[in-house]
Nanobody, 123 residues
Framework: QVQLVESGGGLVQAGDSLRLSCAAS????????MGWFRQAPGKEREFVAT????????DYADSVKVRFTISRDNAENTVYLQMNNLKPEDTAKYYC???WGIGTRRPDAYNYWGQGTQVTVSS
């Protein structure tokens, strides 16, 4: 199985940028479609973005489209989430996840999860 470790979160101001990384170990990350999800206190985990195994296809939640970009470097076994023009409503713990299947917006379709990294955006 694959182990996932997220990094790159932090406290930023509205309008700033952050790049989250998800480092995979145990199995090649290229074996999986990958997704980013987030969860704010008191709210359900929500879909952010997903990318196909090759990186040729992506999908985004409407709330982050244009501002966020998901990418992957299979040679480095890492998946990224570039977040630009951050807003206070982006504040959440961000999780990366891996699925043997195709990328999807459904969190229950993902087989492996990281522990998350906190992103806090002040106004």
């Amino acid at each position: 199985q694959v182990q996932l470790v997220e990094s790159g979160g932090g406290l930023v101001q509205a309008g700033d940028s952050l790049r989250l990384s998800c480092a995979a170990s145990g199995r090649p990350v290229g074996s999986y479609a990958m997704g980013w999800f987030r969860q704010a206190p008191g709210k359900e985990r929500e879909f952010v973005a997903t990318i196909t195994k090759s990186g040729g296809g992506t999908d985004y939640a409407d709330s982050v489209k244009v501002r966020f970009t998901i990418s992957r470097d299979n040679a480095e076994n890492t998946v990224y989430l570039q977040m630009n023009n951050l807003k206070p409503e982006d504040t959440a713990k961000y999780y990366c996840a891996a699925t043997w299947g195709i990328g999807t917006r459904r969190p229950d379709a993902y087989n492996y999860w990281g522990q998350g990294t906190q992103v806090t955006v002040s106004s």
